[in-house]
């Protein structure tokens, strides 16, 4: 009967929203700006949900979500405009569309790959939306469970997972920027005794560092600096003909829609981890499980199915653990998560009794940013990627002036245009050396918790790290920790490699010893 | 990013100063109350405020200490020798000075002059097309010659500014004319235009792009401005000159 009601007011939600000109009229002007910030390289969906934050701080809740939400979903799926197109990948999540999608292009396919990937887009966030409606009560009741410790150990282990699987270069380096980001999150006045930390007198530190400005500069900056440096220059752009949507491709395919959802949905669900790692963990699966394996990297259609399929499932995924505990799940959930602050929501457990229908409107929202992606992709896609004629060096420094003025509009304070540029200027020295920037912005987000729950869960156990070893979740999370931070290290790999090796049955053994020889 | 030999050499440097960040936090966290009453309030180590940037401080220290550890195993002492000779040679000045690295300090200098000097200062809407005429033309024409003129020629007029702001002239002189500033500002963005044109005036394809560029320049910010200062109602961080003007239409003033 719950379930039914649920569906209910689902349905409820959605012809609420669509029946409202003015929200349609953003849903489809958002999907259009996403589209063309993913399509343009250089620009990210990041820094879209970034830029459009400000913009949104007149608005109330649900038209915030619906721009910010249509945003994200758009630049997932613009990304693969470019990929496509000119064979450079709009955005990371779209770089493993651009193996398969361009060879098509060049045998003159390029309307079916953009056709395909607008419907599997589609369909890859309307399964991440299912997931999210329907998984999002069982974490929420687990997460009611949790306390200090819990919430504690939970964000740490977010930071290290999140600057483990991001990192381009050497693990440490991730845990290295997500600590940064613990750093700056203790920044300004503790919540507990209000003690000024690294405020040096400056009483703008008081209230600590906003994190929009920090999101903004970490994500906009470097990019505008990458591109303008390096003399990123766009190649010319396939020509294509009539978009066709591909239902019969999509039909006869869908087993591997379905693995390539659950893989986007799971790894968004990961926090920090987004849309390009599942695009590829996608692809990689594709390949692996394909009867034609040489054909992929030469335009075969199920891998750029595959891809787009999964990144744009993580979008459903990432928001996952954003709603129900707090901790994003991509870095547009990260800056989701600064809007979803600015407007009095606090993402947690305790959402479901705060905003009672929060979940199932952000799934509505979802549900018509898909549809609305889908119409744009299918009748104007050959007017958006004229987005692509446009030179670098007239929009990024567009984008500049958007950066500054979107940092300050929050909270019309010119001191976050102090703290977001050295931030975007030492992010941009931290990339260029091999350092993930997604952990340092999860650090930011995450500290206070950390912060809080750790003093307070030892103020409970008046100062007794006990509970770790006595609650089961506690425990559980104590050791994935453990696990994540040790698996790093050689000595414990070689360790790890011995004790199967002597746990292997004897027989397997002699049986490889055999295939050896 | 840096090529993977070169990221190890880094590392060394990098994780050096990170271990040394890592300690002064630990340093400021030490002087935080651990023990002892504040706001009246009589601690314990475990509630002090001091616990948690204590805990991140010793894991970046420790991490920082880590990755120097492993630049220096990977690529050895004699190879960070080198480095370090490198670093006291000519080749640094050579490598600093590289086109590469003009375009990374026009950029820094262009947004650093943007956000401390001109933003908090000057009418919102002139520094904004001073940024962007700035910024747009020394890239777009993508000249590394003429990058390098206009880059100087926008750094004496920063300095310009510098010298003005800082000696307080605009008090005095507001008294006199209004909006001095930005009056200074626009001067300088026609000297810059003229300057810009002089140089390209020769080329059919710079001065195409001369145009675009400066149409851009101009309507972006009364774009984003409008939108932002009507529509949003947000205040712009500075209003001058353009905003009473604009004002002055917006509201009908002329009305009254």
């Known amino acids: 009967m719950v379930i039914l009601e649920r569906i209910g007011f689902y349905f409820q939600t959605v012809l609420h929203l669509a029946s409202d000109p003015i929200h349609i009229a953003i849903l489809f002007g958002s999907v259009i700006l996403g589209i063309m910030f993913g399509a343009m390289p250089g620009l990210t969906s990041t820094l879209g949900v970034a830029l459009l934050t400000a913009m949104t701080y007149g608005m109330d809740t649900a038209t915030a979500m619906i721009c910010l939400l249509s945003i994200y979903v758009g630049g997932t799926y613009g990304g693969s405009y470019a990929s496509i197109l000119i064979n450079i990948p709009g955005t990371a999540a779209s770089a493993a569309t651009a193996l398969d999608g361009y060879p098509l292009a060049r045998k003159g396919e390029g309307g079916r790959a953009i056709g395909l990937t607008t419907t599997a887009s589609a369909i890859g966030t309307i399964i991440s939306m299912l997931f999210l409606v329907s998984i999002s009560p069982m974490i929420s009741f687990f997460a009611l469970q949790f306390t200090s410790f819990e919430f504690f150990l939970l964000a740490f282990f977010g930071i290290l997972i999140s600057g483990t699987l991001t990192s381009p270069d050497l693990v440490i380096k991730g845990w290295i920027a997500g600590f940064l980001g613990l750093f700056l999150a203790c920044v300004g006045r503790d919540m507990l005794q209000f003690y000024p930390r690294f405020t040096f007198g400056i009483p703008e530190l008081d209230s600590g560092v906003e994190v929009v400005p920090v999101l903004i500069g970490a994500f906009g900056i470097p990019q505008i600096i990458q591109v303008l440096k390096e003399k990123f220059q766009i190649g010319e752009t396939q020509k294509f003909q009539k978009i066709i949507p591909e239902f019969g491709t999509i039909v006869r395919n869908i087993p591997r829609i379905i693995r390539s959802a659950l893989i986007g949905v799971g790894i968004g669900a990961v926090p920090g981890i987004g849309e390009d790692i599942a695009a590829w963990v996608s692809y990689g699966a594709a390949k692996n499980t394909s009867k034609h394996p040489e054909r992929f990297g030469k335009g075969e259609i199920t891998a750029v199915l595959s891809t787009e399929v999964a990144n744009n499932a993580c979008v459903g995924g990432a928001m996952i653990p954003l709603l129900n505990l707090g901790i994003p799940g991509s870095p547009p959930a990260a800056m989701l998560l600064g809007a979803l602050m600015l407007h009095g929501v606090t993402p947690g457990p305790m959402i479901n009794f705060e905003h009672p229908n929060f979940i199932i409107e952000v799934a509505a929202i979802l549900l018509l940013a898909s549809m609305a992606m889908w119409i744009v992709g299918m009748l104007l896609a050959k007017q958006v990627v004229k987005v692509l004629r446009i030179p670098t060096q007239i929009f990024m420094p567009i984008i500049g002036v958007l950066c500054i003025i979107g940092s300050y509009a929050l909270g019309m304070n010119i001191f976050n245009l102090y703290l977001m540029l050295p931030v975007g200027i030492i992010s941009y020295f931290l990339i260029e050396m091999g350092y993930p920037i997604a952990p340092l912005v999860i650090g930011v987000i995450l500290g206070p918790m950390a912060d809080e729950n750790l003093r307070r869960a030892l103020m409970v156990s008046q100062g007794s790290f006990l509970p770790v070893f006595t609650r089961p979740v506690a425990l559980l999370l104590f050791l994935v920790i453990v696990w994540t931070v040790l698996s790093q290290f050689p000595l414990f790999k070689n360790l790890k490699d011995r004790l199967l090796a002597k746990i292997r049955p004897r027989k397997f053994r002699k049986t490889d010893t055999v295939q050896d020889d | ?256």
């Open chain 2, 1 to 256: 990013m840096l090529e993977k030999q070169n990221l190890r050499k880094a590392d060394i440097y990098s994780g050096a100063i990170i271990c040394l960040f890592g300690l002064w936090v630990i340093l400021q966290a030490l002087k935080m109350p651990m023990k002892d009453s504040w706001g009246g309030v009589q601690n314990v180590w475990y509630v002090s405020p001091a616990i948690f940037p204590l805990l991140v401080g010793c894991i970046i220290m420790l991490l920082g200490g880590l990755l120097c550890r492993t630049g220096l195993k990977t690529i050895g002492f004699k190879a960070f020798a080198e480095t370090v000779r490198w670093l006291s040679s000519r080749a640094l000045l050579q490598f600093l000075n590289s086109i590469p690295n003009l375009r990374f300090y026009a950029i820094v200098v262009l947004l650093l002059s943007f956000v401390f000097l001109n933003i908090p200062r000057i009418d919102f809407f002139l520094s904004a097309v001073l940024f962007l005429s700035v910024f747009i033309t020394s890239f777009y024409f993508d000249v590394a010659e003429v990058l390098k003129k206009l880059f100087f020629f926008y750094l004496a007029g920063i300095i310009v500014l510098i010298i003005y702001f800082s000696i307080g002239l605009n008090e005095p002189l507001s008294r006199v004319v209004p909006f001095p500033a930005d009056i200074l500002a626009l001067c300088f963005i026609v000297a810059y235009c003229v300057y810009a044109w002089r140089l390209i005036r020769n080329d059919v394809t710079l001065r195409k792009k001369y145009r675009t560029a400066m149409i851009v320049a101009i309507a972006a910010p009364f774009i984003v401005g409008m939108i932002f200062k009507y529509f949003l109602l947000v205040p712009m961080p500075a209003e001058g000159l353009v905003v009473a003007f604009m004002d002055y239409f917006w509201y009908l003033e002329f009305l009254e």
